[in-house]
Structure formats: C-alpha cells, structure tokens
C-alpha cells in the first residue's frame, strides 16, 4: 500500500492521465514553476 491507500499501478495510471491532457512541456514548465515557487519561499522565511 502507497501513500494514503494509494497503490504504485494508480499512481502510475494518474500520471498517464496528467500527460495525456497536459502534455510534456506543460508539465515540466509547471515542475519548474512550482520550484522556484518553494526556493522563494524558503529564502522569504530565512531572511525573517
């Protein structure tokens, strides 16, 4: 059993699902987005 009931085939199933309606690049391009999103947040926290 994986993370909150959720098994490794489902998860695997979601994905195929998220790359089929987004597409590759959407989802590298919000990857990247979203990192540097939590990089300026942990930098704001750290300079309080």
């Not at 994986?2 to 959407?26: D, E, H, P, V």
């Not at 990857?31 to 704001?44: E, N, V």
């Amino acid at each position: 059993m994986g993370l909150s009931g959720i098994s490794a085939s489902q998860l695997l199933i979601l994905a195929l699902i998220l790359l089929l309606l987004f597409g590759s690049k959407k989802i590298r391009g919000l990857g990247s987005d979203l990192g540097s999103a939590i990089k300026g947040f942990k930098k704001t926290i750290k300079e309080d």
